[in-house]
T-cell receptor
Framework: NAGVTQTPKFQVLKTGQSMTLQCAQD?????MYWYRQDPGMGLRLIYY???????DKGEVPNGYNVSRLNKREFSLRLESAAPSQTSVYFC???????????????FGAGTRLSVL | GDSVTQMEGPVTLSEEAFLTINCTYT??????LFWYVQYPGEGLQLLLK?????DKGSNKGFEATYRKETTSFHLEKGSVQVSDSAVYFC??????????FGRGTSLIVHP
């Protein structure tokens, strides 16, 4: 029962470098999400994908891009990393979003990213 | 818009003490309410939920009651253990597409 798998678990980048965070879920969920977690700020939504083929901006999308590769996979790309992007990144999935859905979310273990 | 306010932490308790973590919310309509827990080095996981007024969610000795009159969903446990040390997030799901999370409350339990 893997659930939501994120890779890598840890990463150190230099300012200006690029990288892609990978996320895959094996629960046949329709919706996937990327959050960042910073001390004192709680969780902030970066992007989400309500279903395969769609993506939408969340609260803090600047400096990030996403790709919903297929139903299982949702990647987050930093094109030119900045120290302000030092954070812990969580991927999550849910059966479906929508006004009538409870939208219980299932989270990966996180990627701890440092940008020097 | 929807919002969730949690008490700031850290909350520091001795083992077997009583725990309350306060959570209040603002939302239109009748949201579902949740508590998620994040153990050190892990992602969040659902702890309990309640879907309508006066419902009580419970799991692992934790309880929370959906109080619509006070717009609250306080988390309680009668006797905490060291293994309960974690960050606790209150969340709601209203009419929007995605849930709204509080900022989290860190709980530290000493032996």
């Amino acid at each position: 029962n893997a659930g939501v798998t994120q890779t890598p678990k840890f990463q150190v980048l230099k300012t200006g470098q690029s990288m892609t965070l990978q996320c895959a879920q094996d629960m046949n969920h329709n919706s996937m999400y990327w959050y960042r977690q910073d001390p004192g700020m709680g969780l902030r939504l970066i992007y989400y994908s309500a279903s395969e083929g769609t993506t939408d901006k969340g609260e803090v999308p600047n400096g990030y891009n996403v790709s919903r590769l297929n139903k299982r996979e949702f990647s987050l790309r930093l094109e030119s990393a900045a120290p302000s992007q030092t954070s812990v990144y969580f991927c999550a999935s849910s059966v479906r979003p929508g006004p009538l859905s409870m939208n219980i979310q299932y989270f990966g273990a996180g990627t701890r990213l440092s940008v020097l | 818009g929807d919002s969730v306010t949690q008490m700031e932490g850290p909350v520091t308790l001795s083992e077997e003490a009583f725990l309350t973590i306060n959570c209040t919310y603002t939302a239109t309509g009748y949201p579902s309410l949740f508590w998620y827990v994040q153990y050190p080095g892990e992602g969040l996981q659902l702890l309990l939920k309640a879907t309508k007024a006066d419902d009580k969610g419970s799991n692992k000795g934790f309880e929370a009651t959906y109080r619509k009159e006070t717009t609250s969903f306080h988390l309680e446990k009668g006797s905490v253990q060291v293994s309960d040390s974690a960050v606790y997030f209150c969340a709601l799901k209203g009419g929007s597409y995605i849930p709204t999370f509080g900022r989290g409350t860190s709980l530290i339990v000493h032996p």
